[in-house]
Nanobody
Framework: QVQLVESGGGLVQAGGSLRLSCTAS????????MGWFRQAPGKEREFVAR????????YYADSVKGRFTISRDNAKNTVYLQMNSLKPEDTAVYYC??????????????WGQGTQVTVSS
C-alpha cells in the first residue's frame, strides 16, 4: 500500500514562494498520474494541478496557472509543487493524490495527510 507524505508548507507573505513535496513510501507510484488538491476553511476540496507519469502532460486550475508548477522525480518517488507569486486566497491545506495506475483521471486511490499553506497579506 502506497503512503503519501507531504512537506514544505508554512507561512509566507503575499508575493512569496513555497515548494511542496510529496514522497511515496511502501511502494512506488510508478505509472500513476499524481496531483495536488487544496481545501480552504469552509470550502470544498479543489483541484490544483496534476502530472502524468511520463512527465509529458500537466494540467492546472485556472486560478494557479502561470504561478504554480508541478513536477515529479520518479527515481525519488517524489512530486513537487512550486508555488510562486502566492496570494492570500491560496491559503489552504494542500493534499497530494495518487491516481490508480494507468487509469484515466480522476481515479484517486491514495491521499496524503495534507500540509498547511498560509499566505499573509
Amino acid at each position: 500500500q502506497v503512503q503519501l507524505v507531504e512537506s514544505g508548507g508554512g507561512l509566507v507573505q503575499a508575493g512569496g514562494s513555497l515548494r511542496l513535496s510529496c514522497t511515496a513510501s511502501g511502494r512506488t507510484f510508478g505509472r500513476a498520474t499524481m496531483g495536488w488538491f487544496r481545501q480552504a476553511p469552509g470550502k470544498e476540496r479543489e483541484f490544483v494541478a496534476r502530472i502524468s507519469w511520463s512527465n509529458s502532460i500537466t494540467y492546472y486550475a485556472d486560478s494557479v496557472k502561470g504561478r504554480f508548477t508541478i513536477s515529479r522525480d520518479n527515481a525519488k518517488n517524489t512530486v513537487y509543487l512550486q508555488m510562486n507569486s502566492l496570494k492570500p486566497e491560496d491559503t489552504a491545506v494542500y493534499y497530494c493524490a495518487a491516481n490508480k495506475p494507468l487509469l484515466a483521471w480522476p481515479n484517486i486511490n491514495v491521499w496524503g495527510q495534507g500540509t498547511q499553506v498560509t499566505v499573509s497579506s
